[in-house]
């Protein structure tokens, strides 16, 4: 191999790093601008914000997501990225024991997940009604608020005004470590490139040649 096809493949190597790390950096933010849909903008566009407390005994915070499609409540919270626990009963339809692991046993705690639709006014407050209908026969209204609580169903869930905020899960910290390495790769491959180029010289290194 001559010196001159090193260097055309090395440039080429280098700028396929620099391609590749560049599409890491864009896929990655790409994929956290999915997840980062607030609940206004859930809303505003006519979709319905899913919101879950999992009560005073669990550890886990209480969570929101954008449901897209919500022809009843259960297609609502499994949209909005929920994973759940049910049952059949003839008489009430699927029936939620469980929302993202947390199933409360009514005969020890006297909770369950009561459910609740909430409507949203100009100023983004929520107010809420009790549902008289199970999650499978609901038809949840799109710009509206689907609420999940684990309570004796006297609580009132704790979401009142929509947040500004980014509610959704993602890290951007995750993003921007992304970034960062794929930043350094590109600095990599194109001091590569313009070394072999002769557009950068550093006394006493010797090239290898293949």
């Known amino acids: 191999m001559t010196i001159t096809f090193s260097r055309v493949a090395l ?85 939620i024991n469980g929302i993202n692991g947390v199933v409360p046993v ?18 983004y407050s929520v107010d809420y009604t009790y549902y008289q209908v199970g999650a499978s026969s609901s038809k949840p209204k799109g710009g509206t608020v689907e609420a999940w609580v684990v309570g004796t169903g006297a609580e009132t869930p704790a979401l009142t005004t929509l947040p500004e905020t980014p509610a959704a899960t993602g890290s951007s910290e995750d993003g921007g470590w992304i970034a960062v ?8 491959g194109g001091g590569v490139a313009a070394l072999y180029q002769g557009l950068i010289t550093i006394p006493g290194l010797v090239l290898p040649k293949f």
Request: hydrophobic content about 40%; glycine content about 8%; charged content about 20%.
């Open 106 to 123: 009514w005969a020890d705690t006297q909770t369950y997940w009561a459910y609740s639709t909430g409507e949203v006014a100009d100023d």
């Open 181 to 188: 390495i794929a930043g350094l790769l590109a600095l990599i």
């Open 11 to 95: 440039t080429t190597l280098a700028v396929t790093a620099t391609t590749l790390s560049l599409s890491t950096a864009a896929n990655a933010q790409s994929s956290l601008l999915g997840k980062t849909v607030d609940a206004r903008e859930c809303v505003d566009a006519d979709n319905v914000w899913v919101y879950v407390e999992y009560g005073k005994d669990s550890e886990k915070e209480p969570e929101g997501a954008c449901a897209t499609e919500f022809t009843n409540g259960v297609v609502a919270l499994e949209s909005a990225g929920f994973v759940l626990d049910t049952e059949e009963s003839p008489s009430y339809g699927t029936m």
